[in-house]
Structures are given as C-alpha cells and as structure tokens.
C-alpha cells in the first residue's frame, strides 16, 4: 500500500488546513487509517483513527473538538480537517494505515506515508 499526504503548509493560529491522504496498491476498506504527528525534538503521537467503514473515530485528547477524521472509500482517501489551529500543532503529519486498528493504536502499522508539514504561526 502507498500512502502520500497532502494539504500541509503554513496557518496562522486560529485558521483551518484540511490534510489528505491518498491510498493505492490494496483494498482501501480493509484497511484501518490513523492520522499521526512528530513535532521537532518530540516523539511521534497519536492524532486521530478511523475504522475500516467510517463509522469509529478516535482522537488524541489534544485535538478533539478540533480536528475531524473522515474517509471516502470510494476514493481511497482519507482526510483530516483541522479547525482552531494553535501553534503547538505544528509537527509533520502522517497518514497511516494497516488492517488491525490494535496495530495501528499501537503505533505498529503496516504502513506509512512521507508525511505533511503544518506550521502554525502566533
């Protein structure tokens, strides 16, 4: 599976950015699909999970209220928009998949995308 993200760039604070992350190679619906992100000097983090048809969502305390997890599996693609941008949002965000959610929320997926940059000003 190949996974490659778009969307990221530069926000101020309070904007919005909606990320994408674009899937070939297997069936898109057999996978289970996270959002995660690495800030700099910090260890990569769990943002938000969504199950195999869409209808399960999971988000980091962090970001709930904020961010949305979706996913149009007639597309294989999986989206994150995010609302309220702070600037401790800043990081590299990656797109995830894998076909156990316990491997993904583990941090153990099978695959990875490059990642996105977001950079939040104040």
């Known amino acids: 599976v190949q996974l490659v993200e778009s969307g990221g760039g530069l926000v101020q604070a309070g904007g919005s950015l909606r990320l994408s992350c674009a899937a070939s190679?297997?069936?898109?619906?057999?996978?289970?699909m996270g959002w995660f992100r690495q800030a700099p000097g910090k260890e990569r983090e769990f943002v938000g999970g969504?199950?195999?048809?869409?209808?399960?969502?999971y988000y980091a305390d962090s970001v709930k209220g904020r961010f949305t997890i979706s996913r149009d599996n007639a597309k294989n693609t999986v989206y994150l928009q995010m609302n309220s941008l702070r600037p401790e949002d800043t990081a590299v965000y990656y797109c995830?998949?894998?076909?156990?959610?316990?491997?993904?929320?583990?941090?153990?997926?099978?695959?990875w995308g490059q990642g996105t940059q977001v950079t939040v000003s104040s």
């Open positions: 995830a998949a894998d076909r156990s959610w316990v491997d993904l929320m583990k941090f153990r997926p099978d695959y």
């Open positions: 969504i199950k195999w048809s869409g209808g399960n969502t």
């Open positions: 190679g297997d069936t898109f619906s057999s996978y289970a």
